[in-house]
C-alpha cells in the first residue's frame, strides 16, 4: 500500500519516490496544498474503490497515516 500511495503521491507534488517516507507530512515535508491533498483523495477513491471519510482525512497528516487508513478501507 505504501508503494502505491507514493506513485500517487509523486503525481501531486515534485518529489521523487525515494524521498517519501512513512513519517513524511503531506503539508510540512511533501509541499502539498489543501487542494492538492484533496484531488489526491479523489484520485485514491477512484483507484482502489473506496470512500473516505472527510473528517476522517483531515487527521491524516503522514503517509503512514493515509496508508494505515486506506488498508482498513479496502479490508472492508
Known amino acids: 500500500m505504501f508503494e502505491k500511495l507514493k506513485d500517487i503521491i509523486c503525481n501531486y507534488v515534485e518529489v521523487k519516490p525515494e524521498d517519501i517516507r512513512p513519517e513524511s507530512r503531506f503539508m510540512e515535508d ?19 474503490d473506496v470512500e473516505i471519510e472527510q473528517q476522517k482525512a483531515a487527521d491524516i497528516r503522514t503517509v503512514k497515516e493515509a496508508a494505515e487508513y486506506l488498508e482498513t478501507l479496502v479490508e472492508e
Request: charged share 25%; aromatic share 22%.
Open 30 to 48: 511533501l509541499g502539498f496544498t489543501s487542494f492538492d491533498f484533496m484531488s489526491m483523495l479523489g484520485e485514491i477513491e477512484d483507484e482502489f
